[in-house]
Structure formats: structure tokens, C-alpha cells
């Protein structure tokens, strides 16, 4: 098993659902959006520079992104360790860059899998979404909340609202994703990579068919 790309709008799942197969494969999980986050709470030089972008619900700007990842993916590769990218590429100059950078390192993709759910579904699930500041995990007010209100399952800290899921900054990042990221999908269907998972429902249900998908056991 290689490396596998989840693409998909934010509140689409694909956070969760890397982490159930990260607990379940071994695989690394790589949040572009977990890593911004840690560099912001750390005060890093990095994190100041893209807070900015992040808390409009933009994109932080290539190059930035480009340098943070680069390294993690090889260094996983060479520990033998296949990697979840979440949340990059995001765009195709992104793309076009992993695909570069994974030719030129000699990595393989096992897929691209695009998360798929109506917009409708996207709004109700960013609003109502807390995530936990300190280990990543995320959970939804009514679909799936944590076993005591407030209170992260996985590391018993207290969860937040993000900034950037408040409605009006919702919005704006679904635009974004229709206008940035959704080409990317034609960019990986023209070459036969995308595979596509159905994203309505719980997170256990979307669970198997993914895993029926990617051809994993639970
Ligand atoms: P996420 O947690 O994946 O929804 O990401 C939260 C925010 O981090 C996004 O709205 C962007 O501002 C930023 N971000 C994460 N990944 C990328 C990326 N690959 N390119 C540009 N910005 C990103």
C-alpha cells in the first residue's frame, strides 16, 4: 500500500476518516490544515504568516505550503511509512508540484479519493463542527458528538469552534474550494487516479465504504 491523496470540500469528512485508518493501518496522516494550526499555536514565524489567510477561510499562499510539506512526505516514504495527505494539494499548481516532487523521489500513489457530499450537507456540518485544539480530532454537535459535551474522546482536552467555521467564513471557504480546488479533480480523472467515495452519512458508514473502496479491512 502507497500513498493516497483525499481531496474534498472542508466539512466533507476526509479529516475523520484519515484519522480512523491512521489508528487502524499505520499510515501517517498529513493535515496540511492540523500542521498550519500547530505552527499558529507554537507562534512560529510560519503560523503568524498564514493565520492571516486561514482565519478569512483563504488559501495560505503556495510556496509556503510547498516548503512545510516537502519533507514529511519523504521522510515518512523512507521510514516505510505511506502517507494520508489531507488538505493538499488544494490547487493545481499544487498538484502539478506533488506530482513532480513524487517523480522525482520515486513514490507511487495507491489513489486520489475525492470526497463527495451536496453542498447543502457541507454548511450544517462546518457549523456544528468542535474540533479539539490539541490532538486534531473533530466532532459534530449533533452527528457525532463527543461523549461529554465539550470534551475531546480521543485526548480529554476542551473543544473549540474554529475560527474559520463560523458561518460567514464557511461560505467563503466553500467558494474557495469550488473555485481553486475542484479543478484539480479534472486534473486527476483525466489521468485515471480519482476514485470517489460517497460522503453523506456517519462517520462509521462513510468508514466502510471506504475501506471497501481503498480494499482495506476495517
Ligand atoms: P483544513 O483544516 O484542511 O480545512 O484547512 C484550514 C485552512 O488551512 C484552509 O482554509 C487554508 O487557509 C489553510 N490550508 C490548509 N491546507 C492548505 C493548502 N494545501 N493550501 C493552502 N492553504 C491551505
New binding site residues.
Given amino acids: 500500500m502507497s500513498n493516497f491523496v483525499f481531496v474534498g470540500p ?1 466539512g466533507s469528512g ?2 475523520t476518516q484519515a484519522k480512523l485508518l491512521v489508528k487502524n493501518h499505520g499510515f501517517l496522516h498529513l ?7 500547530e505552527h499558529i499555536r507554537q507562534g512560529s514565524e510560519l503560523g503568524l504568516e ?1 493565520k492571516k ?10 510556496d ?2 510547498i516548503g512545510m ?1 516537502k519533507t514529511d512526505i519523504v521522510a515518512a516514504n523512507e521510514e516505510g511509512k505511506p502517507v494520508i495527505l ?6 493545481l499548481t ?1 498538484a502539478k508540484f506533488l506530482d513532480r516532487m513524487f517523480e522525482e523521489n520515486d513514490l507511487d500513489f495507491s489513489g486520489i479519493v475525492s470526497f463527495d457530499l451536496p453542498d447543502e450537507v457541507l454548511l450544517e456540518r462546518l457549523t456544528g463542527r468542535r474540533s479539539c485544539p490539541e490532538c486534531g480530532y473533530s466532532f459534530h454537535v449533533i452527528f457525532n458528538p463527543p461523549t461529554k459535551e465539550g470534551i475531546c474522546d480521543n485526548c480529554g482536552h476542551k473543544l473549540i469552534q ?1 475560527a ?1 467555521d463560523t458561518l460567514e467564513k464557511a461560505k467563503n ?1 466553500l467558494i ?1 474550494y469550488a473555485r ?1 480546488t475542484e479543478p484539480i479533480l479534472a486534473y486527476y480523472a483525466d489521468e485515471n487516479r480519482l476514485l470517489h467515495v460517497d460522503s453523506v452519512g456517519t462517520p462509521d458508514e462513510v468508514s466502510a465504504r471506504l475501506h471497501d473502496l481503498l480494499g482495506v479491512s476495517v
Fill in positions: 472542508p476526509k479529516g493535515s496540511t490544515g492540523d500542521m498550519l494550526r498564514a489567510f486561514m482565519d478569512a477561510g483563504n488559501l495560505v499562499p503556495d509556503i505550503m510539506i489531507d488538505g493538499f494539494p488544494r490547487n499544487q474554529r474559520d471557504r474557495v481553486e
